[in-house]
């Protein structure tokens, strides 16, 4: 039963993959959050998402001049 249940959660957790910054890579351009349709991303320093609201639509990751945005 806990089995079930714990596998039940991983599957909940790795169908929903937002996407994430590389912050190392980021420069700050803010090209991302220009395009991004449910404004999901905000720049306080370095790009950040918020995994809540992305509808892991990949529209960021392919405008990131740096490739610092991966899904
Ligand atoms: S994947 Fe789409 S929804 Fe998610 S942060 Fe990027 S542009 Fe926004
Ligand atoms: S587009 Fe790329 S480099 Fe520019 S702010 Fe977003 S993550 Fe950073």
């Not at 994430?20 to 320093?45: N, S």
């Amino acid at each position: 039963m806990l089995v079930r249940k714990i596998l039940k959660q991983l599957i909940v957790i790795l169908g929903s993959m937002p996407a994430i910054v590389d912050k190392e890579t980021c420069t700050a351009c803010g090209a991302c959050v220009e395009v991004c349709p449910v404004e999901a991303i905000t720049m306080p320093e370095k790009a950040v998402i918020d995994a809540e609201t992305c509808t892991e639509c990949g529209v960021c990751v392919d405008e990131c001049p740096v490739d610092a945005i991966s899904l």
